[in-house]
């Protein structure tokens, strides 16, 4: 991997595009907040349980496959508002890479240490690698954000992406498949983990020892094959979870197979494109998923002229000449001709005032214009390739690439985040997709992770709910008090009186539905 005006006047043309095309009444049941949210897919749309279209618009944040065995930048960042700052900008799904070595330890019982800053992260004290991925878990399912899992290396390694294939000496096969299968049972009945990219960037060249290929071949370097073998197997434990399938590097020209070798000062007998982008086995060689069909998704990737100048990138391309040269027949005849929907797994780079912007903006309006599904590479400011959407401190956000960004992130017609949840809204600001659809949100549900309430000696009647710092008015202070309170970077109330201020809906806990309650009250005054 590796001006103003007018952009406004774009963004709110494209916002109009995808306001709902029409409204129905969406009745969740309250009390189950882990399985309403499932998706499947519909031709080239992925869709929720009550069949409307849903748009993925995410983030990468990597770690878990580097070492660090924790999100990279907790070293100067506190993770819990980490992700909730992203759920409030609008990512509303996080692709998190991570090895098949550090699933595999997981599952026996092994558990590394990570690298975190207790500084800035106390409340993550004497956590192991796997409790801070399910304390990072529990904070997504909180800032109504969901998760999908990348398998981004056989090995932990920071460089590990390099690798061309799924198995190597160590981590066979078998080992690959069964570290996702032990991930899916572990995670099967809770909605908040999405989708499995099942392997990052299969990628090699002819003539390499090791090349992932697409045909209809059994051999143990044949994509397709192993992709079939390894999604069956995943979806018999949670058939809900969406399958993303990454292209391959090269893909033989008609006529030719992987045999075929290249001649010097001759045109090459094969397609290239970015590891993971070539998509074009799909038309000959598709993958087959059975009775799970309905749950797959193809993911390319897709970089700029600063990661590595490809022949489409020539003085003067533009969104039609990458359509025309790159995208069309690598990809996006998937969307076109829907066989199915797209997911591009990795985007991103450099704000160079120049060819790499042109590139992204292009891209982005592609997606937006096809409303293709997606997430940014990356939030991490320690990608050297691309640099991230935060700096150094993994706190203070680039607002220009931001700004970039914003336009292909989920919003209604009045510029408010969507999240992928039907009952906890995204971040502070956003929406559900139940809200977007027109439906009701219920006003009390369980939490997953309740917080004991301290038992004051005030009356109930003489407390305004929602006035948390007891001056007399609710507003975004009271809001960011309660969220501090539930991410537990305050520990208690100075009063008795604002512990009942906080519990909105009275249940005796303060949580996230106390939060999704303050935001209805301040945004109906």
């Known amino acids: 991997m590796k001006k103003i005006s007018l952009l406004l006047v774009i963004m709110l043309s494209l916002l109009s595009l995808f306001a709902p095309t029409f409204k129905m009444s969406v009745s969740v049941a309250a009390g189950d907040t882990k399985s309403d949210d499932w998706l499947h897919v519909e031709g080239n749309k992925i869709v929720d349980m009550n069949g409307n279209e849903v748009w993925l618009t995410g983030c990468n944040w990597f770690g878990f496959n580097t070492g660090t065995n924790v999100f990279d930048g907790v070293w100067s960042c506190n993770m819990k508002e980490a992700i909730w700052g992203m759920a409030d900008r609008g990512i509303n799904l996080l692709r998190i890479p991570i090895s098949t070595e550090l699933v595999n330890q997981w599952s026996e019982g092994v558990y590394p240490s990570?690298?975190?800053?207790?500084?800035?992260?106390?409340?993550?004290?004497?956590?192991?690698?796997?409790?801070l991925f399910d304390f990072a878990f529990q904070c997504c399912k909180e800032a109504g954000m969901k998760i999908m899992i990348d398998i981004h290396s056989p090995q932990t390694d920071a460089m590990g992406h390099n690798y061309p294939v799924w198995y190597d000496g160590t981590f066979t096969t078998e080992v690959w498949i069964s570290a996702l299968?032990?991930?899916?049972?572990?995670?099967?009945?809770?909605?908040?983990?999405?989708?499995?990219?099942?392997k990052n960037e299969p990628h090699g060249k002819p003539g390499d020892t090791l090349i992932a290929k697409w045909d209809d071949s059994k051999d143990q370097n044949n994509w397709k094959y192993a992709t079939e073998v390894c999604a069956k197997r995943i979806l018999k434990i949670n058939p809900n979870i969406l399958i993303v399938v990454e292209g391959v590097e090269v893909y033989p020209k008609p006529g030719y197979d992987y045999n075929a070798v290249d001649e010097w000062d001759k045109e090459s007998k094969y397609y290239f494109n970015w590891w993971g982008g070539n998509l074009r086995g799909v038309k000959d060689y598709p993958i087959d998923l059975g009775e799970h069909q309905s749950q797959l998704v193809y993911s390319p990737h897709d970089y700029g002229p600063l990661v590595w100048k490809q022949p489409w990138f020539y003085e003067g391309f533009n969104k039609e000449t990458l359509y025309e040269d790159c995208w069309k027949?690598?990809?996006?005849?998937?969307?076109?001709?829907?066989?199915?929907?797209?997911?591009?797994?990795?985007?991103?780079?450099?704000?160079?005032?120049?060819?790499?912007?042109?590139?992204m903006e292009a891209l982005r309006d592609f997606m937006i214009e096809n409303k293709i599904s997606h997430t940014f590479w990356c939030y991490n400011a320690n990608s050297g390739d691309t640099g991230g959407l935060v700096s150094y401190d993994f706190i203070t956000w680039d607002e220009e690439k931001y700004a970039l960004l914003k336009p292909a992130l989920w919003q209604n017609a009045d510029g408010r985040f969507v999240g992928l949840d039907h009952k906890i809204p995204l971040g502070s600001n956003g929406i559900t997709v139940t809200e977007y659809y027109g439906g009701a949100v219920p006003t009390q549900t369980p939490t997953q992770t309740p917080t004991q309430t301290p038992t004051p000696s005030a009356s109930q009647s003489d407390i305004l709910k929602?006035?948390?710092?007891?001056?007399?008015?609710?507003?975004?202070?009271?809001?960011?008090?309660?969220?501090?309170?539930?991410?537990?970077?305050?520990?208690?109330f100075s009063e008795p009186q604002a512990a009942l201020a906080a519990d909105i809906n009275s249940d005796g806990d303060i949580n996230t539905m106390d939060l999704v309650m303050l935001k209805r009250i301040i945004l109906d005054n």
């Open 114 to 131: 990570a690298n975190v800053n207790l500084f800035v992260n106390p409340e993550l004290e004497g956590m192991n690698s796997l409790e």
């Open 181 to 198: 299968e032990w991930l899916t049972e572990r995670y099967k009945n809770d909605d908040t983990l999405l989708a499995l990219d099942i």
């Open 329 to 359: 027949d690598n990809w996006a005849f998937i969307h076109k001709e829907n066989i199915a929907p797209l997911l591009i797994g990795e985007w991103g780079g450099f704000m160079d005032g120049g060819d790499n912007e042109k590139w």
């Open 466 to 492: 929602g006035d948390i710092n007891l001056d007399g008015e609710i507003d975004v202070m009271d809001l960011t008090l309660l969220k501090r309170y539930i991410l537990k970077t305050i520990s208690g």
